[in-house]
């Protein structure tokens, strides 16, 4: 029987496949018959044979009505039982246009390189009348499906409680696409509320409203632990009233969703995964209401949970697509690359893999290409570092891995940069170590899996960088005589650095280090103009670094300030009184023909966090940050913080101070449809 809309595949009749194929898809089974309606869940299963011993693994892609096809869910293996291999559900939750879909698996044994691929159509259609409005999965999110608009114009769907106690809200302007339907996902909603939403159509600067609808949101689910906030200082923010809270758990604690709140701490939007069985580190708002999250789940490797997935959610918690740690490693081994592979149970000198996604993934280079950080381990010999102990040693790196719009490795940056030797990059030698000694062990908190630890191996890698933030910094503007490359943090030297990507065609060279001096080489490329007579001026142990204003600055920086409270290493005896051991909110400008930083703001936060953090310049002048690991007789919790922008080092003007629990990051923002840019 052949294939069509409900999916079933008999190959013998579907396939002019030759005989002695290794790999066969015996079916590709969506889980309801075509057609749907737009917004219907559709679960997708793959079944394949194959003549090796496999892992065979399954990749997913769609095609929108005359569209080309886009990946989905990468290559992930299945389960094998009774001599079939089993794709994990794909699971589709269409709210593009109406028409005929193209679905395709793609099957493929890395190990034999023998791949098939099979493509099914399926059927969508619009609702039976538009406008219309329904619920998601999601209790706190609808899907509004408007008529077709004219070519050429755009349309947004306004929408506001019915009370009208709070301001209305107005999602992304799209273009029309006719003669389709227009497609929302509405977020940003109190549960349990009364809503009034329309579309609005502006034609030629002429704005023409649709039919009101109404929707009333739903409860907040019992399975899912609700964050609490508490207001220390009660916030009035007209240009920014939402909070959007990263919430991690380092500590043991309860693992609350990622959750968005109104300044007066009012839940009005949240992401768990639907499985529950793990938290997800959100890393991005994205301005269509899309995130990017790092999400645990098992993906290539049976043993390692964390960190293995970099997925795009929709607003109603849905993926969009998804890549995992498995499948780059593939990607980038097929790329040349020398250190990105799988690890290896028994490693030597010279063995060298990527375990994890961490911390930072962004999607605002040109092109829609998406950057992201995974830690990268390399073993060295005894002694590397000043190691005491008498076997090899495991030092912790980074790689940066730039991607395509489908998601595939377009470059990729190594931190022990093989191509120029072992002796590493002129501004970051191998010989530099972590400013405060920072290792790590196996299974421990802060760290990513440690996949080269064991036998024959020193106990404790060293944590030699600890990159936790990636910026893009676009064309050149304002003193940057080159455009397109990528800053980032790293934590555990105190450092920001410039890396020559040019859209890809960099060479990955370090191209300047900021940060205090040391006594380890090299310095600093820039100095500090210390205005203010700050006894400690720069930051340190840093988070959250970006480039306001599109690249034009100023350069924001959540200073945890370690190294500044943390006497020893450095030998400068206590560099903080009584209220200078706390957290500082910075702003700086920088010259790269003076190679001076300048500060703009820092502010003592009043909390010492030892990690995370965010930093943020709002489009009204103010500042936002969180100091995110605060230990107070209630537990581990963090606070969002808006200060005015005060000179440097004065008292901060807080203008709002909100407690909840721990966080990774946290934004402030218009609405879940105006992110930071940066």
């Known amino acids: 029987m052949r294939l069509c809309h409900i999916g079933l595949l008999s190959l013998a009749a579907a396939w002019n496949a030759p005989a002695f194929a290794d790999v066969s898809i015996v079916s590709l089974t969506p889980s309801h018959p075509s057609?749907?309606?737009?917004?219907?869940?559709?679960?997708?299963?793959?079944?394949?044979?194959?003549?090796?011993?496999?892992?065979?693994?399954?990749?997913?892609?769609?095609?929108?009505?005359?569209?080309?096809?886009?990946?989905?869910?990468?290559?992930?293996?299945?389960?094998?039982?009774?001599?079939?291999?089993?794709?994990?559900?794909?699971?589709?939750?269409?709210?593009?246009?109406?028409?005929?879909?193209?679905?395709?698996?793609?099957?493929?044994?890395?190990?034999?390189?023998?791949?098939?691929?099979?493509?099914?159509?399926?059927?969508?259609?619009?609702?039976?009348?538009?406008?219309?409005?329904?619920?998601?999965?999601?209790?706190?999110?609808?899907?509004?499906?408007?008529?077709?608009?004219?070519?050429?114009?755009?349309?947004?769907?306004?929408?506001?409680?019915?009370?009208?106690?709070?301001?209305?809200?107005t999602t992304n302007w799209l273009p029309c696409r006719p003669p389709f339907t227009m497609s929302f996902e509405i977020g940003g909603m109190y549960p349990s509320t009364a809503y009034n939403m329309y579309a609005q159509t502006n034609t030629g600067g002429t704005i023409t409203s649709g039919p009101t609808k109404s929707f009333t949101t739903g409860p907040l689910s019992a399975k899912v632990p609700t964050a609490k906030f508490t207001m220390k200082v009660a916030g009035s923010d007209a240009a920014n009233p939402v909070v959007l809270h990263n919430l991690n758990n380092t500590g043991g604690g309860t693992n609350y969703p990622q959750t968005a709140t109104d300044l007066a701490g009012k839940i009005i939007w949240y992401y768990y995964p639907q499985d529950q069985t793990h938290a997800a580190t959100l890393t991005r708002p994205l301005a269509n209401g899309n995130f990017l999250t790092l999400q645990d789940s098992y993906a290539w490797n049976p043993s390692i949970f964390r960190g293995q997935f970099l997925r795009q959610i929709d607003m109603a918690g849905n993926i969009v697509r998804e890549t995992n740690i498995g499948v780059i490693q593939q990607e980038l081994l097929a790329k040349g690359a020398v250190d990105g592979g799988p690890c290896t149970s028994s490693p030597v000198v010279g063995s060298a893999c990527i375990g994890a996604f961490h911390h930072d993934a962004i999607q605002s280079l040109p092109n829609g290409f998406t950057a992201v950080i995974a830690d990268l381990e390399k073993i060295y010999p005894a002694g590397t570092q000043g190691d005491s102990s008498p076997d090899p040693v495991d030092i912790e790196?980074?790689?940066?891995?730039?991607?395509?719009?489908?998601?595939?490795?377009?470059?990729?940056?190594?931190?022990?940069?093989?191509?120029?030797?072992?002796?590493?990059?002129?501004?970051?030698?191998?010989?530099?170590?972590?400013?405060?000694?920072?290792?790590?062990?196996?299974?421990?908190?802060?760290?990513?899996?440690?996949?080269?630890?064991?036998?024959g191996i020193a106990p404790l890698a060293h944590d030699w960088l600890h990159a936790n933030t990636l910026y893009y910094w676009p064309a050149p503007q304002n003193g940057n005589a080159q455009g397109g490359d990528l800053i980032w943090s790293s934590r555990h030297q105190d450092s920001v650095m410039r890396i020559d990507y040019r859209d890809g065609q960099g060479t990955g060279d370090i191209l300047w280090r900021m940060g205090p001096p040391d006594n380890l080489t090299p310095v600093s490329d820039f100095t500090f103009n210390n205005i203010y007579n700050d006894p400690w001026p720069w930051f340190s142990h840093q988070h959250d670094v970006g480039i306001e204003n599109n690249g034009a600055g100023p350069m924001t920086i959540f200073d945890n300030g370690n190294t500044r409270i943390h006497s020893a290493p450095l030998g400068l005896g206590t560099n903080c009184g009584p209220h200078d051991c706390n957290d500082r909110g910075m702003a700086i400008t920088f010259s790269e023909q003076t190679w001076q930083v300048s500060p703009v703001l820092s502010v003592d936060l009043g909390y010492f966090s030892p990690g995370n953090g965010s930093a943020q310049l709002l489009n009204d002048g103010n500042y936002f940050f969180v100091p995110s690991i605060i230990f107070t007789p209630k537990g581990v919790e963090g606070f969002s913080i808006e200060v005015g922008p005060t000179p440097a080092n004065g008292a901060p003007d807080i203008i709002m101070n909100m407690q909840g629990p721990e966080h990774y990051r946290g934004w402030q923002m218009p609405n879940l449809y105006s992110p930071p840019i940066t």
């Open 35 to 169: 057609p749907q309606r737009i917004g219907k869940t559709i679960v997708w299963t793959a079944t394949a044979t194959d003549s090796n011993t496999g892992p065979l693994t399954f990749q997913f892609n769609v095609a929108p009505p005359k569209g080309p096809f886009a990946m989905i869910k990468d290559f992930a293996p299945g389960t094998l039982s009774n001599g079939t291999w089993t794709s994990r559900p794909f699971v589709w939750y269409p709210t593009g246009i109406e028409g005929t879909y193209q679905i395709q698996v793609v099957v493929k044994d890395f190990a034999a390189n023998l791949f098939k691929s099979y493509t099914a159509t399926f059927k969508l259609e619009s609702p039976l009348s538009t406008p219309a409005v329904v619920a998601t999965a999601n209790p706190l999110v609808a899907l509004f499906t408007a008529p077709s608009c004219p070519a050429g114009s755009t349309m947004a769907i306004t929408f506001q409680d019915q009370a009208q106690l709070h301001p209305a809200t």
């Open 397 to 455: 790196g980074d790689m940066i891995i730039v991607l395509d719009q489908n998601w595939q490795v377009f470059w990729y940056w190594d931190s022990f940069n093989p191509t120029h030797g072992d002796a590493g990059y002129t501004k970051l030698p191998l010989s530099r170590t972590a400013i405060l000694g920072e290792t790590c062990g196996p299974s421990q908190t802060g760290c990513p899996p440690m996949l080269l630890l064991g036998s």
